[in-house]
């Protein structure tokens, strides 16, 4: 099977401009969760979609922002962004259920903004 | 809520001797615990994934983990460290009240010493 993968890899934006990243999950699992990671706040949880439907949110801001298609293919995006936003974003997917299924994550995607 | 700590931000191990890497959790259930390691400029592979059958478990590359309740601490260990497991290593706890959402620990970074 092929892993989970994100596009684009290497992303520069400069302030104020919008993003937005994708995420392609295992075939079969519908479960995507996105995490930002920096090397101040180390990996961070954005939020999790199941079925098309936002199941967890972790303490972003709304600029931060996602959807996930009927596919489980899932996007995530960013408004209005600040130097501070400039990390690697990373997708994981997992097979539906909770809790005891681990998390297959992406090679990242990693934003600049100046 | 659930945490995880691991304490050490930096190891370092000669080659061939004995690493350990810390975790301490902390969750008001049973908890669903996982290794992860990061090589430079990739996303996070599955060392190893603990889900309340044995607590002693193996994981790829040589590496296990043990679950020790009364700790609340699934350390992780290799016999003898190899140069290719200079990485980040992180420590995520999940449960049945946080669906699918993980927590992270703040990573690890070991370097081995040739």
């Known amino acids: 099977k092929a892993g989970v993968t994100q596009t684009p890899r290497y992303l520069i934006k400069t302030r104020g401009q919008q993003v937005t990243l994708s995420c392609s999950p295992i075939?079969?699992?519908?479960?995507v969760s996105w995490y930002q990671q920096t090397p101040g706040q180390g990996l961070q949880f954005l939020f999790e979609y199941f079925s098309e439907t936002q199941r967890n949110k972790g303490n972003f801001p709304g600029r931060f922002s996602g959807r996930q298609f009927s596919n489980s293919r899932s996007e995530m995006n960013v408004s209005t962004l600040e130097l501070g936003d400039s990390a690697l974003y990373l997708c994981a997917s997992s097979p539906a259920g909770t809790g005891n299924y681990e998390q297959y994550f992406g090679p990242g995607t990693r934003l600049t903004v100046t | 809520a659930q945490s995880v700590t691991q304490l050490g931000s930096h190891v370092s191990v000669s080659e061939g001797a004995l690493v350990l890497l810390r975790c301490n959790y902390s969750s008001s259930v049973p908890p669903y615990l996982f290794w992860y390691v990061q090589y430079p400029n990739q996303g996070l592979q599955l060392l190893l994934k603990?889900?309340?059958?044995?607590?002693l478990v193996k994981g790829i590359n040589g590496f296990e983990a043990e679950f020790k309740k009364s700790e609340t601490s699934f350390h992780l260990t290799k016999p003898s460290a190899h140069m290719s497991d200079a990485a980040e290593y992180f420590c995520a706890v999940s449960d049945v009240n946080t669906g699918n959402q993980f927590y992270f620990g703040t990573g690890t970074s070991l370097t081995v010493i040739p």
């Open positions: 603990y889900t309340s059958a044995a607590t």
């Open positions: 075939s079969g699992h519908r479960s």
